[in-house]
């Protein structure tokens, strides 16, 4: 095991305040005591690696990073269950995902051990910031990016991992209530061969443009289609879809399939495995076109649409909009199976139901 050295912060909030905070933490507003620092030169491979203060960090203007964009990071949550440990759901898809990323960007590849051990060493210092309330989490971001200083285009030679840490409360303020979405036309968020399947921040910044249009047409959220046809649909944001066709016994579950511009959701994975196999919902990978999702709610063979990711968990459809028409989910709410997977996965997640896949690690 990696030993990490720990600064203990001498601007710590008072334990009235960090109370005050995580009885209404919002999502990625307030941020703990510490953060983890690790830092890597080709020469001397991963050092340095501490808990510190959380704190503004100072880098040269001609910082790789800033200009070349390599920047990668992660999402993930920590709960406290009922017995008191903090524990934190499938890291190990995480840190190999960080890993994926980084190889796509030309970065160094942090070895899973020490990236878990980088989440345990966190929670050792900051864990009296989990919130106790199961509907709450301490949301953790790892993130890495280049530090070499030079204008010279290439992989960079230095790098600096960092995490972050902060208490989340609902990531949609209305809750589950059902989000409306905007088909944008205009813009894809990646291509195959592209960047799509990395969690890079230029994934990102390069989204936010079309999540304004979105906002202007009076939607929640954007949903972004494929680059060469602009018929496929492909994620909601950040965020992977799933399309509930028919009902009760007989429904089907299909999300579109990783042909390389779609992330691989941790959330993602975890729907299609509890599913199948723990509640005996059939599911598939299958394109699913802008034609078949109007047409199937229209005839109402599709029943039910859901985003799922880390921040939101699973967040129900409810309305779609776009330059050739608009259209309901079945009638605009919640159905049953989003329902039932939402909480179910949040079962798991908070300690309420049993971890039969395994899938939570304990932290602290």
């Known amino acids: 095991m990696t030993t990490f050295t720990v600064q203990r912060s001498a601007g710590a909030v008072s334990a009235d305040q960090r109370r005050a905070i995580l009885e209404d933490p919002g999502f990625g507003r307030h941020f703990t005591d510490h953060m983890v620092s690790i830092r890597y030169h080709d020469q001397r491979g991963w050092y340095e690696p501490s808990v510190v203060p959380y704190g503004p960090i100072s880098l040269d203007p001609a910082t790789n990073f800033i200009h070349y964009g390599q920047s990668i990071f992660e999402g993930m949550k920590a709960y406290r269950h009922a017995d008191g440990h903090i524990r934190t759901f499938r890291p190990l898809r995480n840190a190999h995902r960080f890993r994926s990323s980084a190889r796509r960007l030309a970065m160094p590849e942090m070895p899973a051990e020490l990236f878990i051990e980088s989440l345990v060493q966190l929670a050792a210092v900051d864990g009296d910031w989990v919130p106790s309330d199961p509907e709450k989490s301490l949301y953790l971001r790892p993130f890495m990016f280049s530090t070499e200083v030079g204008l010279g285009v290439k992989p960079a030679n230095e790098y600096q991992y960092l995490l972050i840490a902060s208490p989340a409360g609902a990531y949609f303020p209305r809750g589950v209530a059902p989000v ?21 921040a230029g994934n990102y910044a390069a989204s936010l443009i079309a999540q304004a249009e979105a906002s202007l047409h009076g939607c929640d959220q954007v949903v972004w289609l494929d680059a060469k046809e602009h018929e496929w649909v492909e994620e909601m944001g950040g965020m992977n879809l799933f399309f509930v066709f028919g009902t009760g016994d007989s429904a089907r579950l299909i999300t ?16 299609l495995i509890m599913a199948q196999q723990d509640l005996g919902i059939q599911v598939s ?8 999702w109007k047409a199937g709610c229209e005839s109402g063979e599709i ?7 880390t921040a939101a968990v699973v967040t129900p459809v409810g309305q779609v909009k776009s330059r050739v028409g608009s259209w309901t989910v079945a009638e605009g709410g919640a159905g049953p199976i989003t329902m039932q997977l939402r909480d179910s996965l949040l079962g798991v997640q908070s300690g309420r139901l049993p971890d039969k896949h395994a899938w939570m690690f304990e932290l602290a």
């Open 303 to 309: 029943s039910e649409v859901f985003a799922c990711g």
């Open 180 to 200: 409306s979405v905007w088909l944008t036309p205009d813009y894809v968020r990646a291509a195959v061969g592209g960047t799509g399947e990395a969690k890079c």
């Open 285 to 292: 990978e299958e394109p699913i076109s802008v034609d078949q």
């Open 256 to 271: 579109p399939p990783l042909t390389g511009s779609l992330l691989p959701g941790v959330t993602r994975d975890s729907i």
